[in-house]
């Protein structure tokens, strides 16, 4: 289990596989990233029209504006969330970096994509260190992303066109060029001394042999008050002291400040790393080295303790009073610790994110054991196929030969679960990873302090393809990260002009959830839950059931559904959606053989037995 805390934040994908016991390690994760592209299928026909009416004509079970439904649902549980990576989203100003007015300008797309919630990563004053995760100030915008007055026009649009805005809010750390740390690191008797963790050495050597999840030693000599900081990530992000309560109750502020100022909520990142040992424990040291030239250790005495509870039931406090939701980066190694972070009363995150799924292989067994896990907890799941520290989705669940077709799998099973899904900027249109080819390319630090081993996040970060136009038309100018190759056919344009895109998948999945009530009311029921090959599931709610069948293999498979002991007619269905032409029209589902990687999804009757019952 040690190991397992090594590479969470840079590519956690390798350590969530290899570390819970019954999730088997990914086989594609090792090559991931040298897999080429799969050309997309396109097939050009006026069907878009009708397809994108049939997505968007039912907004009845869209996110609603009251807080909860009529069945005591409240918001978020309705709601898709998607996260914007906002240097990468859209250029407004030419000046190569994606800012708020670029978001605002594509609000019609996020709108008619069928997301309800915009996730954007750190867009608070920084000296982007750490591409803002190393805020200088809690309470404004960094002037590459805009102003005050940006915001609250982008939060006014995003109401019109019902999509909520949640901010990430960065709790662990600040940048040391914050002015709180200014302070603190000025004198021993400052006033903001105690805001972060200051310790001597021991002899000429630091504190203790914590290692920085970033490479190096956790801790930095700073000469003027001749003692070491602790830094859990880079030293330009010193971590804040949680037990001091002026810190927690400024920090608590700051979320109130946002929420006065309409956001909806916060993704609260590194919440797992808020608290060390106060004793200063050794970790213990591992067999081996990282990619840094690190010793590999175990992060027991700093990641998951304990007092992160109380912190997270205070911050819920503030955010109840706003009927904001909470989101967790939550890193686990199992349902169980994933669990513990809603709260043993319900009183913590409403949304920690299921971060496993991340890390598990593309296997209709492996899925089905960990989506029983989580759902046999009771909880309400976070599902996520990917964000901006590991590697695209597209690459790593892709076998290199299908990855188009897996994809859309993908999409097909995280977007039909019971749960609230969190969508990753571009991964509706298949967008790829691009790991720069050479050290002198790379821009994230932590890609050039690992090179080559550890090639750094700018890979899955890079701007979103909007068409085939230069830049994909992300910027007049002269984009911060390079724009893949693949984006000449992998584009929001493109795809929307080829029904059987990628992007057209997901608009008609997201359509399905906003209007199927079983999709997100339903219970998950697991059918033939021996198949290797096959996931299949049922949600069922009192009047209606769907299915969802997906061929998770390179070969053709016959599947063979009884459904009656669920009280349900397998000859009386209404495919909705199935990436395999020849079912389109089917009507039962008794015994259907399912082309490779074929996805299908249908509106199941209940049975005469059960109707007369
Ligand atoms: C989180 C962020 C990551 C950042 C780190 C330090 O893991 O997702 O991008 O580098 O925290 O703030
Ligand atoms: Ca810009």
């Given at each position: 289990m040690a190991a397992c805390f090594l590479r969470e934040y840079t590519r956690p994908v390798r350590r969530a596989a290899a570390c819970s016991a019954n999730i088997e390690p990914s086989r594609n994760s090792d090559v991931i990233l040298e897999r080429g592209d799969t050309p997309l299928r396109r097939y050009f026909s006026s069907t878009v029209l009708l397809t994108t009416l049939v997505a968007f004509a039912c907004p009845g079970l869209r996110a609603q504006s009251k807080s909860k439904d009529d069945r005591g649902h409240p918001w978020y549980q309705h709601a898709v969330f998607y996260e914007i990576y906002p240097r990468s989203f859209m250029d407004s100003n030419g000046d190569g970096i994606g800012d708020l007015k670029g978001i605002a300008s594509r609000l019609n797309y996020l709108k008619a994509l069928g997301v309800d919630a915009i996730w954007i990563a750190p867009c608070f004053p920084s000296p982007q260190v750490d591409f803002g995760y190393d805020v200088s100030d809690y309470e404004n915008i960094d002037k590459m992303y805009g102003t005050l007055a940006d915001f609250d026009k982008l939060q006014r649009l995003g109401k019109k066109h019902g999509i909520k805005i949640i901010l990430d809010f960065v709790v662990n750390h600040t940048s040391d060029q914050h002015p709180w740390f200014v302070d603190s690191r000025a004198s021993r008797t400052s006033n903001k001394r105690d805001w972060y963790i200051w310790r001597d050495g021991v002899g000429k050597n630091p504190p203790n042999n914590w290692i920085s999840n970033f490479g190096g030693p956790a801790w930095q000599w700073d000469e003027r008050t001749s003692q070491y900081y602790y830094h859990y990530f880079y030293p330009q992000q010193p971590d804040l002291n949680w037990h001091n309560p002026a810190v927690a109750d400024t920090m608590f502020g700051t979320t109130e400040w946002w929420y006065r100022r309409g956001v909806a909520g916060f993704r609260l990142d590194a919440v797992d790393a808020l608290f060390e040992d106060p004793n200063l424990t050794n970790d213990p040291v591992l067999p081996g080295v990282d990619a840094y030239g690190d010793p590999n250790v175990n992060h027991k005495y700093t990641h998951n303790l304990p007092e992160v509870h109380g912190v997270l039931k205070s911050l819920r406090g503030v955010a109840d009073k706003y009927d904001a939701v909470l989101i967790g980066e939550t890193w686990t190694d199992n349902v169980a610790q994933l669990r513990a972070y809603y709260g043993a009363d319900h009183d913590e995150l409403q949304m920690p994110m299921d971060l496993m799924l991340t890390g598990l292989k593309f296997s209709a067994s492996v899925f089905r054991a960990h989506i029983d896990a989580v759902n046999a907890s009771g909880e309400w799941p976070v599902f996520v196929i990917g964000n901006h520290d590991i590697v695209r989705s597209w690459n790593r669940y892709g076998d290199g030969t299908h990855n188009d077709e897996i994809a859309k799998d993908m999409a097909a099973m995280y977007l039909t679960l019971r749960g609230t899904p969190i969508m990753y900027y571009g991964e509706e249109i298949g967008m790829q990873n691009n790991d720069p080819q050479r050290r002198e390319d790379v821009k994230d630090p932590i890609g050039k302090l690992g090179w080559p081993k550890e090639k750094g996040r700018d890979g899955e970060r890079t701007p979103m393809q909007w068409s085939d136009a230069p830049n994909a038309a992300f910027s007049n100018g002269i984009p911060w990260n390079v724009v893949p190759e693949t984006y000449k056919t992998y584009n929001v344009a493109n795809e929307l002009k080829d029904p059987n895109s990628i992007l057209h998948w997901y608009k008609k999945l997201l359509a399905l959830r906003h209007t199927e009530a079983a999709l997100f009311d339903g219970s998950y029921v697991a059918l033939?839950?021996?198949?290797?090959?096959v996931l299949a599931y049922l949600r069922k709610s009192d009047g209606e059931a769907v299915i969802v069948v997906i061929n998770m293999s390179a070969t053709p498979q016959k599947v063979m559904l009884d459904l009656s002991s669920h009280g349900l007619n397998a000859d009386s269905v209404k495919t909705?959606?199935?990436?395999q032409s020849s079912l389109r029209n089917s009507s039962a589902v008794a015994q259907i053989t399912l082309e490779p990687f074929a996805a299908y999804i249908a509106r199941v009757g209940k049975s005469r037995d059960s109707a007369h019952r």
């Open positions: 033939n839950e021996k198949d290797p090959n909705l959606l199935t990436t």
